[in-house]
């Protein structure tokens, strides 16, 4: 019991399973619709495609908050283009996109001169310094997630299953598309800057998929996969602790392994039923 | 509701926090790299337990800490880092630690550090004589923590060694001719060597203070030119990074280059020559003076 609790003793821990809880739930909340309808490849690209806007912002000297929702925008609004001007599929755009918004990430972090207020830390938080005001900012975010999902629900259900009968419903699908684009954009601009850009990928899509292993209605989907989650940054924590493994990595693979257990275990238990397809 | 569990499962476990940390009467020093280690060790002696965060052969600038690191930190009487930018990737996790209470000295800024672009470079730990100053500060430290000891004697006692040391590197680069006295580096990490020893740096590979930005292919073209221009006969790439571009700008040059690395970020393997401060900076010296002597 001692091994489970020794680790927690300190306040940067806490710190850090506290931030790292409420990112792993608005993760949850995103990431499985992500991983409903099959955008994992978007929300890679989104995390590496938000680099070039906080590099601007920090050379500039503007919010980097700011920064970022521009840089998803300017990334969001290419993908559509290329979806909408051209036959291919979507994943060409968001490919495009990706490679094009990080070169330019690069671009900007080389041509920074000197080690005055390291980029590179700005850039990429780390979960182990999570402050006091990161985890405002984290409680805002998986608030504002966890309202829109709650209000947008049945938009996204309809949007994730259906979307040509959308119109027919009278619900709005591209209205629909461009919030659940937004709330994604909010989850990962507003959580990879504190906990770090893998433990945000980890979580977005780790904690989801695994839910989806398990359970079928959308609603449990996503609160197994905030347990899931939550369950991922703790376990991370005591791992790191003990094993002196680098804090965010770590929580990062634990739902990924995770995931594999699941399916492991599911196949054999179901050996003589179908195997284990994601819903959608 | 997990918030709420996960609320009441800390105050319980705050709650039984403490006493061991109490029982735990000896000094702990944290240092954040291989080299500052070192320079601790020479200080404390025997009488404090000294522990080094980033792993010796890895990168100061991008290495990331483990939870048992950060506890470490929040544990030590002291921690000693490098500062100016030098430690990129735990900046964020010194900085809360320091808020949280943890007594954290950054050498480089009180060693009269070299300004570059809008900041300052951090390598100063290739200049013995600002190394023996760090020396002195850690010493003043210890004493504020504990007077019962007397450190500043054994930073005395390093500080000869030091002055020593950068005697001897003297007489080993006196076989570079004074034309010859020109480096090409792989990152800004030479500019305190190049000061102090009287070296010009006409280019590096790497653009930018930090180790993890990319060249452009103009600068690399540039550089390839100056090299040519000046006859410089080797690159010096580091052992904590591959040298990959180092060698393809070497390859480019008409004349023969050689790439050789040096120990910039880390302390070299136990054993090797350059497992101490001391050892590093006299390797360093013979590797620049056969390479360019």
Redesign the interface.
């Given at each position: 019991m001692e091994w489970l609790t020794e680790p927690f003793e300190f306040a940067f821990q806490q710190r850090a399973l506290i931030g790292g809880s409420l990112a792993a739930i608005a993760l949850a909340l995103v990431g499985t619709w992500v991983v409903i309808r099959g955008m994992s490849f978007l929300g890679d690209a989104l995390v590496h495609g938000v680099v070039p806007g906080i590099a601007l912002a920090i050379l500039l000297d503007f919010n980097v908050m700011i920064g970022a929702v521009l840089a998803a925008v300017v990334m969001l609004a290419g993908i559509n283009l290329v979806h909408r001007q051209t036959t291919f599929s979507e994943d060409t755009g968001i490919g495009l996109l990706f490679v094009g918004m990080l070169g330019v990430g690069v671009i900007l972090i080389s041509r920074t001169p000197s080690y005055s207020g390291s980029l590179t830390a700005i850039l990429f938080g780390d979960v182990l310094g999570v402050t006091i005001g990161d985890i405002r900012v984290l409680v805002l975010v998986a608030g504002v997630i966890l309202v829109v999902s709650v209000l947008l629900y049945r938009h996204f259900l309809v949007l994730a299953f259906n979307e040509q009968k959308a119109q027919l419903f009278g619900f709005r699908p591209r209205f629909a598309q461009a919030a659940l684009l937004g709330l994604i954009t909010l989850g990962i601009v507003g959580s990879f800057q504190t906990v770090g850009t893998l433990l945000v990928l980890g979580l977005l899509v780790g904690p989801p998929a695994t839910a989806a292993l398990i359970v079928r209605r959308v609603p449990i989907m996503m609160v197994t996969a905030a347990v899931i989650g939550v369950m991922s940054v703790v376990a991370g924590l005591i791992i790191s602790y003990h094993f002196d493994t680098a804090g965010s990595a770590t929580m990062a693979v634990v739902p990924i392994v995770l995931f594999f257990v699941v399916l492991t275990i599911k196949n054999l238990a179901g050996r003589a039923g179908r195997p284990a397809t994601a819903p959608g | 509701m997990?918030?709420i569990i996960?609320a009441l499962?800390?105050l319980?476990?705050?709650a039984?926090?403490?006493d061991?940390?109490a029982t735990d009467h000896g000094l702990t020093v944290v240092a954040t790299t291989t080299v500052i280690g070192d320079l601790v060790r020479n200080v404390v002696g025997p009488d404090v337990t000294v522990e080094v965060l980033v792993p010796i052969g890895a990168d100061p600038?991008?290495y990331?800490?483990?939870?048992?690191?950060?506890?470490q930190i929040?544990r030590a009487s002291l921690v000693v880092a490098n500062g100016?930018?030098?430690e990129?990737?735990?900046?964020?996790?010194?900085?809360?630690?320091e808020?949280?209470g943890a007594n954290v000295l950054e050498i480089a800024p009180l060693l009269d550090p070299i300004p570059?672009?809008?900041?300052?470079?951090?390598h100063v730990w290739l200049d013995p004589g600002r190394m023996a100053e760090a020396a002195r500060v850690v010493a003043e430290e210890m004493a504020r923590i504990d007077a019962s000891i007397d450190w500043s004697s054994r930073a005395e006692v390093y500080a000869i060694e030091l002055d020593i040391t950068h005697r001897e590197i003297e007489s080993i680069l006196q076989v570079v001719p004074q034309d010859s006295k020109k480096l090409v580096a792989n990152h800004d990490s030479l500019g305190y060597f190049a000061a102090v020893y009287g070296f010009e740096i006409v280019g590096t590979v790497i653009?930018?203070?930090?180790t993890?930005?990319?060249?452009?292919s103009s600068e690399l073209a540039k550089l390839v030119g100056v090299i040519e221009e000046e006859g410089i006969r080797a690159i010096f790439a580091e052992t904590t990074e591959t040298s990959v571009v180092a060698a393809s700008v070497a390859a480019e040059v008409s004349h023969q280059v050689e790439v050789v690395d040096l120990y910039t970020g880390s302390l070299g393997q136990p054993g090797s020559a350059a497992d101490t401060l001391i050892g590093m900076l006299l390797t360093n010296a013979e590797l620049i003076a056969g390479a360019l002597g």
């Open positions: - | 997990i918030l996960g499962s800390l319980v476990l705050t039984c926090g403490d061991e940390i600038h991008d990331q800490a483990s939870s048992r690191q950060v506890a929040n100016l930018g030098l990129e990737a735990l900046l964020d996790v010194l900085q809360a630690a808020r949280d570059v672009g809008s900041g300052f470079d951090p653009p930018g203070g930090s993890l930005g990319a060249p452009s």
